[in-house]
């Protein structure tokens, strides 16, 4: 289904406006419907903050219009288990456009997907995840998004553990594949993965806190261990190592400084056998500073294990 018309359910005349604009810079046509009574052919509502009773409201959407997408709108909390997804205020339109072309993309994921050419559009041919030039345009997005408003924002550095055979560019091809799937299997539509080389996955997760970043890892490391790949004669059992780091609201933190922290978490599992995630733990690490008396320690060490 393709997001061409939206409406917004907001009781509050400047909310519903602030919200309109946002959806109409991210290419949708914004209708004038303010009550589920009065939906029509709209493939987006979102449910504006003010709404009461909202539980109540999105039964009627979802009578009226049972097709449509539901969003509600939420500039903090981003808890809606009576909507399909939360939709951050403000309204940040590359973000929304990200996360329509995602719920297209899953909506179509049984059929044969029709993806640009690598390097070119959203979507990557050969995993099917977020070309690296839409990535960047996010990245800038949520990271100075989190900055700004005090949102939690973490990342997932995934890397294949050694395999009992000679690497070729078709069983890397092959083990790619299979992490993509469960990946793709163990996202939320907030999160945004990229692939950052020929065995490696850089996972964005917006709005998650470092407890949330490690479900999404260890369930992705779990979902892979599980599988087996066979390769001529021999039966592989794959498995993945992930460093989790999270940017805290009230912490100062670049992205690179969570790259660097993930990449040690990285390290830090594969040199501890593999099969397990290790993080980065802000809070933690400043008790430790503080205990010993030393300065803030420097950015990258890594806090225990867990899997």
């Not at 539980?55 to 009578?63: E, F, I, L, P, Q």
């Not at 990200?98 to 049984?110: I, N, P, Q, S, T």
């Not at 970043?213 to 599980?226: K, N, P």
């Amino acid at each position: 289904m393709k997001f061409r018309q939206a409406a917004v359910l907001e009781p509050k005349d400047p909310t519903w406006k602030q919200i309109g604009a946002g959806l109409k810079k991210a290419g949708l046509k914004v209708s004038s419907a303010r009550e589920a009574s009065g939906l029509g052919k709209e493939q987006l509502v979102v449910i504006g903050p003010s709404v009461s009773s909202a539980a109540k409201v999105v039964s009627a959407v979802r009578k009226a219009a049972p097709e449509a997408l539901v969003l509600a709108a939420q500039s903090k909390g981003f808890k809606a288990p009576w909507a399909d997804a939360v939709l951050p205020l403000p309204v940040s339109p590359n973000d929304l456009k990200a996360r329509l072309a995602d719920f297209e993309k899953r909506e179509v994921a049984m059929a044969p997907p029709v993806l640009a050419s690598a390097g070119e559009g959203i979507l990557d041919p050969l995993t099917n995840f977020y070309t690296f030039n839409h990535f960047k345009e996010v990245l800038f997005v949520e990271v100075k998004r989190a900055r700004r408003y005090g949102f939690p924002l973490a990342i997932a550095l995934i890397g294949f553990d050694p395999v009992k055979v000679k690497p070729s560019p078709g069983l890397q091809e092959q083990l790619m594949g299979g992490l993509a799937l469960a990946i793709r299997r163990s996202l939320r539509d907030t999160d945004y993965p990229v692939q950052q080389g020929p065995d490696r996955v850089l996972l964005l997760m917006p709005h998650t806190d470092l407890a949330g970043s490690l479900i999404v890892a260890r369930r992705i490391c779990e979902r892979v261990s599980r599988a087996t790949l066979q390769h001529g004669d021999e039966v592989l059992s794959p498995t993945i190592s992930v460093g989790v780091a999270a940017g805290e609201p009230g912490r100062e933190y670049g992205f690179s400084d969570l790259v660097r922290q993930a990449q040690d978490g990285l390290q830090a599992a594969q040199a501890r056998g593999g099969n397990r995630v290790e993080f980065f733990d802000a809070t933690a690490y400043k008790a430790m500073a503080e205990q010993t008396g030393t300065a803030t320690p420097p950015t990258g060490t890594r806090a225990v294990a867990r899997n």
